[in-house]
């Protein structure tokens, strides 16, 4: 039986060793390099929100118009958006809030029935059927984030009360600059 040689005995050639060596000294500085660059985009994404969302659009309100093309042709202009998050504990009360509103068609539901294997024939039985067959069943309601933005964008707009703290929502203004 060949003994194999342990990490002490093992004799790597000059050129392989510095080879690794170079290797692992541009594997650290490229681990530098994105992590570099990640916090320069982080930054960047920062000053781009601020211009964006706030330092514009507030000179663009102060001066009064929310459109206007520059001397280099550009357009600026800005519209009102809604960025929204309905947070979990809050769910049940803003879903309630869009039903007692006439604004429940919004909502979608689903129902989820778990089936374990060979369980497939129960899975095609009507959802009428669960109960009678012993089968916990999930209802859960939901809201496209998409649907939500829309109707609160039109609400704002229609200058309709919403309790956008229900939401998880604030209204914002954004610029758009095209040629």
Not at 8 to 24: G, I
Not at 27 to 55: G, N
Not at 111 to 117: A, C, D, I, L, N
Request: hydrophobic share 40%; with cysteine.
């Amino acid at each position: 039986m060949k003994q194999r040689k342990s990490e002490t005995q093992l004799t790597v050639p000059p050129d392989k060793l510095t080879r690794l060596v170079e290797l692992c000294a541009q594997l650290t500085k490229a681990e530098l390099d994105e992590s570099r660059a990640e916090e320069a985009l982080e930054k960047a994404k920062k000053v781009t929100k601020q211009l964006e969302e706030e330092l514009i659009p507030d000179l663009m309100h102060e001066i009064g118009v929310t459109e206007l093309r520059l001397s280099a042709g550009a357009k600026v202009s800005i519209k009102q958006d809604v960025y929204a998050s309905i947070p979990e504990e809050l769910k049940p009360a803003a879903y309630k809030w869009l039903e007692d509103n006439q604004f429940g068609g919004l909502i979608k539901s689903a129902v989820s029935v778990p089936f374990g294997r060979g369980e497939l024939e129960k899975a095609k039985e009507l959802i009428q059927q669960l109960e009678a067959l012993g089968l916990p069943a999930e209802f859960e309601e939901s809201l496209h984030h998409q649907t939500m933005k829309a109707f609160l964008r039109e609400q704002l707009a229609k200058k309709k009360p919403v309790p956008l703290d229900l939401f998880g929502a604030r209204p914002v203004w954004v610029t758009k600059i095209s040629n």
